[in-house]
Structure formats: C-alpha cells, structure tokens
C-alpha cells in the first residue's frame, strides 16, 4: 500500500518561497502522475499542479506563475515551491497520487503551512 | 476553469436515514467526477471515481451516478462513522477543481 508523507517547515515569512518535499513509500513513482493540493477555510480544496514521474509538469493558472514543482525517483521523493508566499497561501499542504482518471487514491496527512511574520 | 457546485452545503440527519447529494458542473465533463469523505484533520478519502466506481472498500452503502453536468451521492441507512464532510472533484480537464464541500452531521 502506498504512503506519502509530507514535510517541510510550518511557518513561512511574508514574500519568501515556501517549500514542501512528498516521501513516497511502499510501491514505484514510475507511470503515475503525482499532486499537490492546498485546503484552507478561504478557498476550500485547490489543485495546485502534478508532475508525472518523467518529470513533465501541469499547474494550475491561478498559481503557474509562483510555483515549481520536481521529482526524484531515486529518492522516491517529489517537492513543490511557492514563490512570494502571502497569507492568503495559508493553507493544510497534501501530497496525492493521481491515477489513470486523475482521481486522487492516496493522499498524504498534510502539513499546515502558515504565511506570517 | 470548471466550477463545481454542491447542495446542500451542509445537512443534519440520523443513523440510519438515507442521504443525497448533488455536484453541478458549469460544464459538461462526461463522467469524470469523483467523490470524496473528508473527517476532521484528516485528508481527504476517495470514495467512488469515474461517477459510479465504487473504490475498493468503501461499503456499498454508498453510491453516485450523473453524467454530462449533474452528479449525485448517496449514501443508504446512514452509520455513525458517515458523519464527515463530502467533496465532488472534477477530473475533465485541469486545472482539477473540487465542490466546496457538504458537511453531514447528526440531527
């Protein structure tokens, strides 16, 4: 049974990047497509962006600007940055795989990420 | 971007009862809408994919049909641990957008 495992730091000043990594553990990165996905009271849940594990990405507009995303299969690992951070960006962090419909099966626990000085 | 709308936004009901709930899309996205159960800090569980797939253990008290624009879930004699907030997530086209969610809680 996969598991995914976020991590990073909880809190993120003003204007900074912030910066999650995913741990993917108990089954291959290859052939699947993996997420991010931010929930906050605001704005509900929103699809960040996936990178497929060739490395190929997808973001959403709304945020295309201030993100990066990428994978190291090696390290069964994949990581999302956010530049310019505001707190409106405030928000519980999820790691998910995507499969063949792009439904999410496997999420991580998520992390809260809070955007303050 | 595909809005997803759902109703009702929250909901009060008992054990035992049976309980439906809508997912409207702003478009037509075929049968690629999903449906989730969410409990307090917790992530998000699947339930049913391409709009009527059951995911693998998920008690068959619970299923969905729609197509095109108009989903529904329902979920039949309503147990304690059903008690959860309830999401539809298109997956027709990025950026993959979810419903604001429906929240079932006890009478």
């Known amino acids: 049974q996969v598991q995914l495992q976020e991590s990073g730091p909880g809190l993120v000043k003003p204007s900074a990047t912030l910066s999650l990594t995913c741990t993917v553990s108990?089954?291959?990165?290859?052939?699947?497509?993996w997420s991010w996905i931010r929930q906050s009271p605001g704005k509900g849940l929103e699809w960040i962006g996936n990178?497929?594990?060739?490395?190929?990405?997808n973001y959403n507009p709304s945020l295309e600007r201030r993100v990066t995303m990428t994978i190291d299969t090696s390290k069964n690992q994949f990581s999302l940055r956010l530049r310019s951070v505001t707190t409106a960006d405030t928000a519980v962090y999820y790691c998910?795989?995507?499969?063949?419909?792009?439904?999410?099966?496997?999420w991580g626990r998520g992390i809260l990420v809070t955007v303050s000085s | 971007d595909i809005q997803m709308t759902q109703s009702p936004s929250s909901l009060s009901t008992s054990v035992g009862d049976r309980v439906t709930i809508t997912c409207r899309a702003s478009?037509?996205?075929?049968?690629?809408l999903n449906w989730y159960q969410q409990k307090p800090g917790k992530a998000p569980n699947l339930l049913i994919y391409?709009?009527?797939t059951l995911q693998g253990g998920v008690p068959s008290r619970f299923s969905a049909y729609g197509s095109g624009t108009d989903f529904t879930l329902t979920i039949s004699n309503l147990q304690p641990e059903d008690f959860a907030t309830y999401f539809c997530q298109q997956s027709y086209s990025t950026p993959y957008t979810f419903g604001q969610g429906t929240k079932v809680d006890i009478k």
């Open positions: 990178i497929y594990y060739s490395g190929s990405t």
């Open positions: 108990g089954d291959s990165m290859t052939t699947y497509y």
């Open positions: 998910a795989r995507d499969r063949d419909l792009f439904y999410f099966e496997n």
């Open positions: 478009r037509s996205i075929s049968t690629y």
């Open positions: 391409g709009a009527s």
